[in-house]
């Protein structure tokens, strides 16, 4: 038994090799502007010091390189004006129909990273434009792109000290801050298990498949403080792990600005969502929301992993 966990963990740091120590090179960054009486007046832009961790679902079929884990796809990215962090999860039962669940998540953030890279300004006050922006480019690529997928994004705009966040579906986010959540998002789900998303349908399924419009996702918008750190994840993190065992976690981090640390407790959380989604005897989140539906269950969620976390250096 020691040998599994062992290797989980050792696959999780792996997975965290794909992190941003910081979302800018520069760790005391700050914005000076002449006022008109000559007094120089300092502004501290704020930062990102993030990490990532995550496990496929099954480590025979699911693939694991920079942007994916499994089915689900990740994106840490910093511009000039910004810091953009966002995750994507492939919905799996594409597979019964010869479609790769993890094209259509991995291509959509690959297009989110490639708007925000060329659009100058990007609007990142108005992420559910960045997502449609995204959306529309699957819709008209030269390659035929199917599927369906859930998405969440944040944007940290460092001229407001705002973080802009739009969510479709079940993967999400928490904001803790002196170990309280001040922000999360809520989950929006057509009937149990069955998430919002977006989608590009094969030839013939126009009619049966589920789509929602990027329109129909859930925006908020907040100001950060320093030491606030930021959990964004999908739904194998959420279905696994219960919201007092994951603010427990995010509460050691309050303040923390050593990337190792947040390395750390990502790869930690990682770890426990993976163990606790093969657990048959456990009552997760999961289990306990489908008896809310009159399903008798029990045991975790075997699902792919994904964990996004960052804390708020002012």
Known sequence: MHSVYGRLLSRSIVNGLYNCSSSSSSSGRTAVANATNENVSTKSIP????AVAGFPKSFKSGKVRKGQIGDDAWLVKNVDSADVLAVADGVGGWRDYG?????????????IERITSISNPCNFRNPVDLLSA???ELLHSKRPITGSSTACILILEHESNNL???????????????GQVVHKSEEQQHYF?????????????????????PQSASQSQFAVQDGDVILL??????????QPVLVAELSKLGGVKDQLCVQQTAN?????????????RYMSPFAQRARDYGIRAVGGKPDDITVLLATVAI
């Open 47 to 50: 930062k990102l010091v993030s």
């Open 99 to 111: 479609v790769d669940p993890s094209d259509f998540s991995l291509s959509l953030l690959r297009s």
């Open 134 to 136: 995204a959306f529309r």
């Open 164 to 178: 802009f966040t739009v969510n479709i579906g079940d993967s999400g986010f928490l904001v803790v801050r002196k």
């Open 193 to 213: 298990n069955t998430p919002f998303q977006l989608a590009l349908p094969p030839p013939g399924h126009h009619g049966s498949a589920l789509s929602d419009s």
């Open 233 to 242: 994840a999908t739904d194998g993190v959420f279905d696994n792990v219960p």
């Open 268 to 280: 930690s959380i990682a770890l426990m969502a993976r163990n606790l989604s093969f657990d048959g």
